[in-house]
């Protein structure tokens, strides 16, 4: 497995972290932002970085299967209203990662902001399903494209930036729809998961690896 370097050419690209000579499927990893901004993330972007712990648990997890890893990287920093700017670029990753590794199945792992923008583009066909960690849920984000799709909804209940309330009402408006879905509360971590990171690390890996054995 070749470890390939990040490159910063195109505004809405790819970052592989690990990618084998022909991929069999692959995981896309999606970091939080904010609400609203307009502006590129900051070259130093503590969100991105939060999700390279995944990255590396991830591809422990699927070692040998010739599983491609990559990171979606977004050209705004926020979702900025009906724009809905991660999701945009969570779509436009896929097509990419269509061109450079042929239709394989894709899981979709999301932080937060990225959690949304993970499910909001889960109704790709390639997509298989999302392990979405504190998402972000409004009471209005939709659903009717999750059928057949399976959705983990990891949220540590004393949150205070994102609502497990508003994951765990997504979780039962998305199995109305037809999805295969599942709130998982964790027990430590609030928002940023960094008190107990190592079970949310092992636990993501271990759902996205699941997620990828099933036909």
């Known amino acids: 497995m070749n470890l390939c370097p990040t490159r910063r050419a195109d505004p809405t690209a790819l970052v592989v972290r690990s990618a084998p000579a022909v991929p ?6 999606l970091h939080g932002g904010r609400a609203e901004g307009p502006e590129p993330p900051p070259a130093l972007n503590l969100p991105a970085l939060r999700m ?9 997890a699927v070692r040998g299967r010739g599983v491609l890893v990559a990171e979606v990287r977004y050209r705004h920093r926020g979702w900025n209203g009906d724009r809905a700017d991660a999701a945009r670029d969570a779509e436009a990753a896929l097509a990419r990662l269509r061109e450079q590794a042929g239709p394989v199945p894709v899981v979709l792992v999301g932080h937060s902001m990225g959690g949304r923008a993970a499910l909001r583009a889960a109704g790709d066909p390639a997509v298989r399903g999302v392990v979405a960690l504190a998402p972000w849920c409004p009471a209005d984000e939709p659903v009717e494209h999750l ?3 399976r959705l983990y909804l990891l949220h540590d209940e ?9 994951s765990w009402e997504f979780v039962r408006r998305a199995k109305a729809a037809g999805a295969d879905a599942a709130g998982i509360p964790m027990p430590t971590g609030g928002h940023a998961m960094l008190r107990g990171a190592d079970l949310w690390h092992r636990r ?11 036909g």
């Open 24 to 29: 069999t499927a692959a995981v896309l990893l």
């Open 158 to 166: 004393t949150d205070r930036v994102t609502s497990a309330r508003q």
């Open 147 to 149: 059928g057949g799709r």
């Open 52 to 60: 390279r712990p995944f990255a590396g648990a991830v591809a422990r």
């Open 204 to 214: 993501a890996a271990e759902l996205t690896a699941a997620l990828l054995s099933h």
